[in-house]
């Protein structure tokens, strides 16, 4: 039977048959069905030196899971993520690589819950602001690999902290996706998926574009979890790393701290030191045993940074408390790295100062992140991508201090702009809002999803998401109103509003905050880093 009919006849069963159940997971983990007939018909004659970065998207879009089978793969709990790391392994070959190949890339391999981009942002600074005078002041070339983009995909992939230009991505997606299209016969015929799935197609393409740019160190970030996460085909690290730990993703990684740790913890590799931020007993009494399981050369519980002489007064290039966590956990796992691999003591005159600089100068797009309104100057825009309870906690925290900072030019009406994912309870996700923004209240709330322009045409394919689409009835907005009224009965329900795109809710702003008052406004937009790449674009901002 195919694989369409056994969805269509919905004989798709796990218990009953687990060779069909990972043969369907095999060929759902590659194809979107809207986009089955485009991809056997359109791309498999395609030029691909003719191919524009738009074109490059669109076939990346083309791999993305199909929001049905995705809910599959959810209730099989987690039973394919065995698979997953052979079958990553499978097509790394296919590219003529073999994991032991991805050891020349000197790799930083970052998991964890909150902080992993920022983290890795701040490793990559620290490396590139780095002088060895040992090496005749020679600086490092960096790579970086992280998740999700901001604003365009090419984001995920950077050397020297840039985004790839669009010309390098589509050269180097095409070469990886035409590899896989010269060897997808004969993966059939092995009962192999003919191409991988988003994450792990940009996973590959990531570690092709470092090769063939001969980077110093790769900073590469987990996608979910750690122990079968794509990435994890890494098998010598110069050095693991993991953030701080919080529930989320529990449809993959369990219920539970502990769960939680096991597969973070899972980047740990024999012999290789292993910085971990401080945590909870729970998750760090796993860690501590997966060290040891795992034969780690050493654990790092990284101190706070500004412990040590050099650091004490330091001043981020990331806003918020929460990020001296992040800082810390960076500053250790470089210390570890330059240790290793060019034998210098990060403390010493020469490399300080670079660290500080790097420190300092970090820069992590939708992270705390402020913008002024070109179209309308009074107001300013506070973003974060938060969208776990302990990092919506944070985000709360440091939009707290910037009203608390803000001139007596500023309003002290305060408007929200949220929103979340399917599958998350906004229940859950707005009471730390609500609870650590006290004493203050907002005057206006906006729940709006994360589709740039009511006007479909206008949004940017880095934007589709099919794995999560959105409501055209806007029932995870109207859930959300319905959470805000529960949680603040008080609260106007006149100033409550719903709206269908990023567009709207601007606009919605812009007329709240009226030019005539000579006042500014602040306004925190979070809940979703889509969503705050919707508004980045819908403001004009530029690609960092």
């Known amino acids: 039977m195919s694989f369409f009919s056994l969805i269509k006849n919905n004989s798709f069963s796990y218990k009953k048959n687990l060779n069909q159940f990972k043969y369907c997971f095999l060929l759902s983990k590659r194809i979107n069905f809207s986009t089955y007939y485009i991809l056997n018909n359109r791309y498999l004659s395609m030029d691909y030196k003719n191919k524009t970065y738009n074109d490059a998207i669109e076939t990346l879009n083309s791999l993305q899971t199909n929001a049905k089978v995705l809910e599959q ?25 073999e994991p032991k190949d991805l050891n020349k890339l000197n790799i930083i391999h970052v998991a964890g819950t909150k902080g992993k981009g920022s983290t890795c942002a701040f490793c990559n600074s620290i490396l590139r602001n780095v002088s060895l005078p040992n090496m005749e002041n020679k600086q490092l070339k960096t790579g970086l690999y992280s998740s999700p983009h901001i604003m365009e995909v090419r984001e995920r992939i950077r050397i020297n902290g840039e985004p790839l230009s669009k010309e390098l ?99 740990i590799k024999n012999n290789v030191p292993v910085v971990s931020a401080q945590q909870l007993p729970e998750a760090i009494d796993v860690i501590k045993a997966r060290a040891n399981e795992l034969h780690a050369k050493e654990l790092i519980i990284a101190e706070d940074l500004r412990s040590f002489e050099p650091f004490k007064n330091i001043k981020l290039g990331l806003s918020g408390d929460h990020q001296f966590i992040n800082a810390s956990v960076a500053l250790q796992a470089c210390k570890q790295f330059l240790q290793i691999q060019y034998n210098v003591n990060i403390f010493d005159d020469a490399i300080v100062k670079g660290v500080i600089k790097g420190l300092e100068t970090a820069n992590w797009p939708g992270r705390a992140q402020v913008y002024y309104d070109n179209e309308q100057k009074n107001i300013k825009w506070n973003l974060d991508g938060a969208h776990t309870v302990e990092s919506l906690e944070a985000c709360t925290k440091w939009f707290k201090q910037v009203i608390e900072n803000a001139g007596d030019n500023f309003s002290k009406e305060y408007s929200l702009v949220f929103n979340c994912t399917n599958g998350r309870q906004g229940i859950v996700l707005l009471k730390p809002v609500i609870d650590f923004f006290k004493p203050y209240t907002f005057k206006n709330v906006i729940f709006t999803t994360n589709t740039t322009y009511s006007e479909p045409n206008n949004n940017k394919k880095d934007f589709q998401n099919f794995a999560h689409p959105e409501s055209e009835d806007l029932s995870i907005q109207k859930e959300l109103q319905q959470a805000w009224e529960t949680l603040a009965p008080e609260f106007p329900k006149e100033n409550i509003y719903v709206v269908d795109s990023v567009d709207t809710a601007i606009k919605t702003i812009r007329r709240l905050c009226p030019t005539s008052s000579q006042l500014h406004y602040n306004i925190l937009t979070t809940g979703s880093l889509h969503l705050v790449g919707g508004f980045l674009t819908v403001l004009g901002a530029e690609v960092v």
Not at 74 to 97: A, D, M, Q, V
Not at 231 to 251: C, F, M, R, W, Y
């Open 73 to 97: 793969i959810k209730k099989s709990r987690g039973n394919i993520n065995k698979y997953s790391l052979p079958e990553t392994i499978e097509f790394l070959n296919r590219l003529n690589y």
């Open 169 to 267: 991505f589509t050269k180097y997606f095409f070469e990886t996706f035409e590899m896989f299209e010269k060897t997808k016969e004969e993966a059939s015929k092995k009962e192999q998926a003919e191409r991988p799935t988003y994450f792990r197609f940009l996973t590959l393409m990531a570690f092709h574009t470092f090769l063939s740019e001969k980077v110093d160190v790769a900073i590469v970030e987990c996608g979910i979890g750690g122990e079968y996460d794509s990435t994890n085909i890494i098998e010598k690290p110069v050095v693991s790393a993991i953030t701080s730990l919080g529930i989320d993703h529990q449809h993959v990684l369990g219920n539970t701290l502990k769960e939680i740790a096991w597969h973070k913890s899972g980047i």
